[in-house]
């Protein structure tokens, strides 16, 4: 005779099976960015290299493997990985070496180690004032240029380079009262437009 299943014996295998949604919705966000900004350029830098296009040009041919045959014969290109093999061994062997030995030396200086630490840190955090400066020059510069030569009327505009595109940031409670562009623009509120030039 055969038994009745228990009451909640199915509960485990809801559990799990919730448990697979909720990764799911948790890796779907990932998943999508990763497909976009990677998959997706990636796929279309193959497709890209089998024709003919320039880059900025409209129209293109799709010429097959013609564009890998002539890298092949072309000595730069081989050149170029030769560069590349030396350039990365030397960096991963370099930054390796470097990082123990500086990691040794501040270990031994005692007290003033925290003064050198700071020292050594000093170039992660410039990094970010000069990736900030190359946007900077690219959408009050290069953006317009591109958008005049290619007939795209949204980068025409220089919107970082006008005051009222601009937003007063508070860092640690003080405000930021501006910013100046290299285009001579100033980024103010509008409380303080009115003394004149910083």
């Not at 959408?139 to 005049?148: D, M, N, Q, T």
């Not at 508070?170 to 980024?187: E, K, T, W």
Request: a positive charge.
């Amino acid at each position: 005779m055969s038994k009745l299943p228990a009451q909640g014996a199915d509960r485990p295998k809801n559990g799990l099976q919730r448990k697979n949604v909720v990764m799911v919705l948790f890796t779907l966000p990932v998943l999508i960015l990763y497909s976009v900004f990677f998959l997706v350029p990636m796929i279309l830098g193959v497709y890209y290299s089998l024709t003919n296009w320039t880059g900025i040009s409209k129209t293109f041919d799709f010429i097959g493997l013609k564009n890998y045959a002539t890298v092949l014969q072309d000595k730069r290109f081989y050149n170029a990985i030769f560069f590349n093999f030396k350039y990365t061994i030397c960096l991963v062997i370099g930054t390796i070496l470097l990082s123990l030995l500086i990691a040794l030396a501040l270990n031994q200086l005692g007290k003033s180690s925290t003064f050198f630490r700071s020292v050594y840190f000093i170039p992660a955090v410039l990094s970010l004032v000069t990736v900030g400066l190359i946007w900077n020059e690219l959408f009050l510069r290069a953006l317009p240029v591109i958008g005049k030569s290619l007939g795209i009327g949204f980068f025409e505009h220089k919107y970082f380079g006008k005051s009222q595109n601009c937003h007063v940031r508070r860092f640690d409670r003080q405000p930021v009262a501006g910013l100046r562009h290299s285009d001579g623009a100033v980024c103010r509120r509008p409380a303080e437009r009115a003394q004149g030039p910083l």
